[in-house]
């Protein structure tokens, strides 16, 4: 066997540079090497997909339950700005070491075949997990769901939190197509909770004609509040006044009660009390989903990169107050319905800053200006498109532009907000 890296980002760098796609979708190959390497959970498994909203259920779902004294491991993706970000015990990014141990122990079990950048890591991930005394996992997947490599474990509880039309080419180009892949990840017999308040018929279908015990939003669980607070109503569960969560955005009582349903299913072997529901909610924090940073002007991260995201966004914004003007900073994957995240945002933004990202499939920022012309961004003394060649750049011009009562919105590609995210730490340290 050849000399394997002994550091994580000599790793990281191999594993981008081997396999011919950057994404493969299939079981087969990441199931012969989890069999391989006997990757079992000795303890439940919660699995979150969707289009929208899976970082936020899952980030409610470990404060929670941390709140309520548990261990709880958890698998998220994409990073911001650290590898390590991905992989969470306790609230604590795994370390270096650790995943250097994953990644020896998944290259020593798969012989020969080839593994996706995303496979070798999600296994990993997945065998560091298992094997930490752990007493609840919660796992993220990346692509749909019944081809994503996430979905070689069999969760005890899955929950889709919306569908909407992204990754046309992978998972279809309706919400029906979309639903069916992410159906995928129910299993027979086990809880399968859907908190899109508009299923597709196909993901019912689906979950029907396996034999999963189907939760739907509106028929099995359901909220109601006031500006105060709110209730959460399930099958045999109800909580009441419950404080907001503390990530801001329109959806996010959706996502909580989705979040609440998985609880409720587990609620015999991971009981958790009404005080530490309330205290997990007002605790949680996920960086750049409507995350509005101290300071003036004011600065907004937020990783919309579809329409539905980016109708979220705008409500979002709507809902903030006076702002004498707002910036953009703003880059995006080519494959990406831009056009579709322009028309929901460009009655909102004054002045746009528009990025190349350092990623071969990213649009580049001429192609967004080009976009934001046809879709009628007119520049004038009011209005104006600037392109950039990184985030950083339009960031610090936007800074440098923006008064005091202005707004900075960040929004697009993760990698779009994590430039940004590396600008501003790094200003901190200088």
């Keep these: 066997m050849q000399n394997l890296p002994t550091t994580l980002?000599?790793?990281?760098?191999?594993?981008?540079?081997?396999?011919?796609?950057?994404?493969?979708?299939?079981?087969?190959?990441?199931?012969?090497?989890?069999?391989?390497?006997?990757?079992q959970f000795s303890c439940p498994v919660i699995m979150v997909a969707g289009t929208n909203g899976k970082g936020s259920t899952c980030a409610m779902l470990e404060a929670i339950l941390m709140q309520a004294g548990y261990r709880v491991g958890l698998y998220s993706?994409?990073?911001?700005?650290?590898?390590?970000?991905?992989?969470r015990i306790n609230g604590e990014n795994v370390v270096d070491a650790e995943f250097i141990a994953a990644f020896d122990r998944v290259e020593a079990a798969r012989d020969d075949v080839s593994l996706t950048y995303f496979e070798f890591t999600t296994l990993a991930i997945c065998?560091?997990?298992?094997?930490?005394?752990?007493?609840?996992?919660?796992?993220?997947?990346?692509?749909?769901?019944r081809l994503d490599a996430v979905n070689v474990i069999d969760a005890d509880v899955s929950v889709v939190t919306s569908i909407d039309i992204d990754h046309t080419d992978y998972l279809?180009?309706?919400?029906?197509?979309?639903?069916?892949?992410?159906?995928?990840?129910?299993?027979?017999?086990?809880?399968?909770?859907?908190?899109?308040?508009?299923?597709?018929?196909?993901?019912?279908?689906?979950?029907?004609?396996?034999?999963?015990?189907?939760?739907?939003?509106?028929?099995?669980?359901?909220?109601?509040?006031?500006?105060?607070?709110w209730n959460y109503g399930g099958r045999n569960q109800r909580r009441n006044s419950l404080g907001y969560p503390s990530l801001r955005g329109a959806n996010q009582l959706l996502n909580a009660a989705a979040v609440l349903a998985a609880l409720e299913s587990?609620?015999?072997?991971?009981?958790?009390?009404?005080?530490?529901?309330?205290?997990?909610?007002v605790m949680v924090d996920l960086p750049g989903r409507f995350q509005v940073m101290p300071g003036r002007p004011v600065v907004v991260l937020d990783v919309a990169h579809n329409p539905?995201?980016?109708?979220?966004?705008?409500?979002?914004?709507?809902?903030?107050?006076?702002?004498a003007y707002t910036y953009a900073v703003f880059g995006s994957m080519l494959d990406k319905d831009i056009d579709g995240v322009i028309a929901q945002l460009k009655g909102k933004i004054d002045h746009w800053c528009v990025t190349d990202l350092p990623l071969a499939r990213a649009?580049?920022?001429?192609?967004?200006?080009?976009?934001?012309l046809d879709a009628g961004v007119v520049p004038d003394t009011e209005r104006s498109v600037q392109t950039f060649q990184n985030p950083e750049e339009a960031y610090h011009y936007a800074m440098s532009k923006a008064g005091e009562n202005d707004r900075i919105v960040v929004f697009g590609s993760f990698l779009t907000v994590a430039g940004v995210m590396r600008a501003r730490r790094s200003a901190m340290h200088t």
Excluded at 15 to 38: T, Y
Excluded at 363 to 372: F, I, N, Y
Aim: charge should be negative; proline fraction near 5%.
């Design 363 to 372: 649009a580049t920022a001429s192609q967004l200006e080009q976009r934001l």
């Design 266 to 281: 587990l609620k015999d072997v991971l009981p958790v009390g009404a005080q530490e529901v309330r205290t997990g909610l």
């Design 77 to 87: 993706k994409p990073h911001f700005l650290d590898f390590n970000e991905r992989a």
């Design 127 to 145: 065998d560091l997990l298992a094997k930490a005394p752990l007493d609840v996992v919660i796992l993220e997947v990346g692509l749909g769901g």
């Design 308 to 323: 539905h995201a980016a109708a979220t966004l705008a409500q979002n914004m709507d809902n903030m107050g006076f702002h």
């Design 9 to 39: 980002p000599a790793w990281l760098s191999l594993l981008e540079q081997r396999h011919f796609k950057e994404i493969d979708m299939g079981l087969d190959r990441v199931a012969a090497v989890k069999n391989r390497m006997g990757i």
């Design 172 to 229: 279809g180009d309706t919400r029906e197509k979309i639903g069916f892949e992410k159906a995928g990840i129910f299993r027979p017999g086990r809880t399968a909770i859907c908190g899109d308040p508009v299923p597709p018929q196909s993901l019912i279908d689906h979950a029907t004609s396996i034999g999963a015990d189907l939760w739907l939003f509106g028929r099995d669980f359901n909220y109601n509040g006031d500006k105060q607070q």
